[in-house]
């Protein structure tokens, strides 16, 4: 079965770090753009990085968060740092074909469009 299955996640204090995984299940992830999304509570989802040739990151991420690939493990990390309260969400990975799409649109349109494979979630809360 082709799916994408997350890890990580949980409950952090102001300033802590914590990793997320996306790992492909049934096809390989160097085929695809992955993206991690976010959505708060009661806000819009948010692209706020995708990697594939290249990678995007939100501005409100950037500098804070740092996304790699390991195609050994057909694995996608997100690496999150300095986290803040305001980064309580719950995070997404989503894949998509490369060949239609790239980092920069996928997460300009929040993944709205082409997606072909999604996470089931992580809860990340950002709490003392």
């Known amino acids: 079965q082709e799916q994408l299955v997350q890890s990580g996640g949980g409950l952090v204090q102001p300033g802590g770090s914590l990793r997320l995984s996306c790992r492909a299940s049934?096809?390989?992830?160097?085929?695809?753009?992955i993206g991690w999304f976010r959505r708060a509570p009661g806000e819009e989802r948010e692209g706020i990085s995708c990697?594939?040739?290249?990678?995007f990151y939100s501005d409100s991420v950037k500098g804070r968060f740092t996304v790699s690939r390991d195609n050994a493990k057909n694995t996608v990390y997100l690496q999150m740092s300095s986290l803040k309260p305001e980064d309580t969400a719950d995070y997404y990975c989503?894949?998509?074909?490369?060949?239609?799409?790239?980092?920069?649109?996928?997460?300009?349109?929040?993944?709205?469009?082409?997606?072909?494979?999604w996470g089931e979630g992580s809860l990340v809360t950002v709490s003392s």
């Open positions: 989503g894949a998509a074909i490369a060949s239609l799409t790239s980092p920069q649109a996928m997460c300009h349109s929040r993944g709205h469009y082409g997606m072909d494979f």
């Open positions: 049934g096809f390989t992830l160097d085929e695809y753009i």
């Open positions: 990697i594939g040739g290249s990678t």
